[in-house]
């Protein structure tokens, strides 16, 4: 089963009526970086980054790569 993650986090930015630039900022991560992956630019962020991003959100690990 593969994980589109870029989709995965723009759906939960939405969800969460966040801006790209908002999330960024909150998960203390470039927003370059942030744009890439959900862009699918970036198909394997690391995981310290996939952290802060669900760190962000306010998700777990788990509720964002499953279907």
Request: aromatic fraction near 2%; proline fraction near 3%.
């Amino acid at each position: 089963m593969k994980v589109d993650i870029g989709k995965r986090i723009k759906h939960w930015r939405k969800e969460k009526s966040m801006t790209q630039d908002a999330l960024a900022k909150k998960a203390d991560i470039p927003y370059t970086t942030l744009a890439k992956i959900e862009a699918g630019l970036v198909m394997n962020p690391r995981m310290d980054t996939l952290i802060k991003i669900t760190a962000g959100l306010e998700i777990t690990l788990d509720e964002l790569i499953k279907q």
